[in-house]
């Protein structure tokens, strides 16, 4: 247990179907990160929230939409999305701020796919 | 963005010390490095990180060559629950207050019975 944990782990849906990729943390953190995992490729940042703001969004297409409610919450809202976007979708978690380090704590992901 | 290169597999004997090797010779003075690592089917593992000196603590020793160019990740007694992908990381540009992880492919650690 890393103190992230995220819902569904499996999700399969169709490319006109609309669900949403929750991810809680109960770490205390202010900094929570989406990634996208396919195979073979590394991990890709999509989207950073710092202090429930979006600090990054990496050129991610418009079908994927995050929402931060507060701190301890990170939500990933999907519709329309293509066969190519199935992949492993892993949430993060770490402090915010530019001392020290930001060690990230993971989720165990959802793996999603796309029919 | 610093890039590291790693090998992409390697294998080592369960009990025995597995080094993990990585190259990073465009790292910048304030940029720290990085290990997580990932088992199967689980989201990735934070190991250890490091600036100049070597580090190490209940998991694992980070060996930074004095140049920064490259480092080694020492697994001291390695057990078969150590296999997994290893990611060697250097921190890239900042996304808010922190610094992004930039992350590569890692090398896939097989400890053998």
């Known amino acids: 247990e890393t103190g992230v944990t995220q819902t569904p782990r499996h999700l399969v849906m169709g490319m006109t179907n609309k669900k949403s990729l929750k991810c809680e ?7 929570m990160y989406w990634y996208k995992q396919s195979a073979k490729k590394p991990l ?8 429930e703001e979006r600090v990054e969004n990496n050129s ?22 293509q066969p190519e976007d199935s992949a492993l979708y892993l949430c993060a978690s770490s402090h915010s701020g530019t001392s020290g380090h930001n060690e990230q ?11 | 963005d610093a890039k590291t290169t790693q090998p992409t597999s390697m294998d080592c004997a ?64 390695a057990t078969l629950r150590d296999t997994a992908v290893y990611y060697c990381i250097v921190r890239g540009a900042w996304a808010g207050n922190n610094r992004k992880l930039i992350w590569g492919l890692g090398t896939s650690l097989a400890v053998n019975p």
């Not at chain 2, 080094?19 to 304030?30: A, D, K, M, V």
């Open chain 1, 25 to 31: 943390q109960h770490l205390g953190h202010n900094a």
């Open chain 2, 14 to 77: 369960e009990g025995r010390a597995a080094n993990l090797p990585c190259n990073h010779s465009t790292i910048s003075g304030n940029e720290y490095v990085y290990w997580y690592r990932q088992i199967h089917s689980q989201g990735p593992q934070y190991i250890i990180h490091g600036l100049k000196n070597n580090e190490t603590n209940e998991m694992a020793s980070l060996i930074i060559t004095e140049d920064r160019k490259s480092s080694t990740l020492i697994l001291p007694h």
């Open chain 1, 105 to 115: 704590f993971f989720g165990p992901g959802t793996r999603l796919t796309v029919l």
């Open chain 1, 44 to 51: 890709e940042l999509m989207f950073v929230y710092s202090l």
């Open chain 1, 60 to 81: 991610v297409p418009s079908r994927f939409s995050p929402e931060c409610p507060n701190s301890s919450h990170l939500f990933l809202h999907l519709h329309t999305l």
